[in-house]
């Protein structure tokens, strides 16, 4: 009964190299957030999926990020060319979906921290 | 000791004091909000939740109250542990119908003094 699995755990690229981030959801779940952390920050909405879907992209930068969760497999979020500001930590959850029970509560894997040199 | 949420400012408290950790949200339409308590280097875990017809909710050893006219929450945890050292955020939400995004502060550090 795992739960929110995300890897790699720690990431370092250099600038201008490509970071993929990607995220199992809890058995069960359909629906994915992917959330930047700052240090000293709270979390910042970057995209929320469902399968094959996205849903809400308002919190992603227009360039270099794009995230997809396919029929099969994990979420990915994706930086191309990254720069010192991405990064942070990038934390996924899931939830079950907006119909059914506890579908608000979000559970959250431990975060992927991209350094970027 | 209490302190306002939203800057990410730090509330230090002795073991087995009362805690109390504030937070002002914004959107007036948020209808449900939730705590998560998140621990150095891991993801944010849920503590409790309150909708918004509601004014108080208690869980063990932590209560939460809502005040909806002046758009405040509190989380008081009782009898504070070491183990309760964390940062905490609080996060609203509007449910119902379409995509629902849960909004975070910036949270509040909470350091427990043994």
């Known amino acids: 009964n795992a739960g929110v699995m995300q890897n790699p755990r720690h990431l370092v690229r250099r600038r201008g190299q490509e970071a993929r981030l990607r995220c199992s959801p809890m058995k069960g779940h359909s629906h994915v957030y992917w959330y930047r952390q700052l240090p000293e920050e709270g979390l910042k909405f970057m995209v929320y999926?469902?399968?094959?879907?996205?849903?809400?992209e308002s919190g992603m930068p227009k360039e270099r990020f794009s995230a997809e969760f396919p029929k099969e497999g994990p979420s990915i979020l994706r930086i191309q060319q990254v720069v010192r500001g991405d990064s942070a930590a990038y934390f996924c959850?899931?939830?079950?979906?907006?119909?059914?029970?506890?579908?608000?509560?979000?559970?959250f894997g431990a975060g992927s921290r991209l350094t970027v040199l | 000791g209490e302190s306002v949420g939203l800057h990410l400012p730090t509330l230090s408290v002795q073991e087995g004091d009362n805690s109390i950790i504030n937070c002002a949200y914004s959107n007036s339409a948020s209808d449900y909000f939730i705590w998560y308590k998140q621990e150095s280097g891991k993801g944010p875990q849920f503590i409790i939740d309150?909708?918004?017809?509601?004014d108080k909710r208690q869980g063990q050893r932590v209560t939460v109250l809502l005040n909806k006219t002046v758009k405040h929450l509190s989380l008081q945890i009782a009898a504070t542990q070491p183990g309760d050292s964390a940062v905490y955020f609080c996060?609203?939400?509007?449910?119902?119908?379409?995509?629902?995004?849960?909004?975070f502060g910036r949270g509040t550090s909470l350091i427990v003094h043994p």
């Open positions: 996060a609203e939400n509007i449910s119902g119908g379409g995509s629902y995004i849960p909004t």
């Open positions: 999926l469902q399968k094959e879907n996205i849903i809400d």
């Open positions: 959850a899931s939830s079950p979906g907006s119909r059914r029970a506890g579908a608000n509560v979000l559970t």
């Open positions: 309150i909708r918004s017809n509601m």
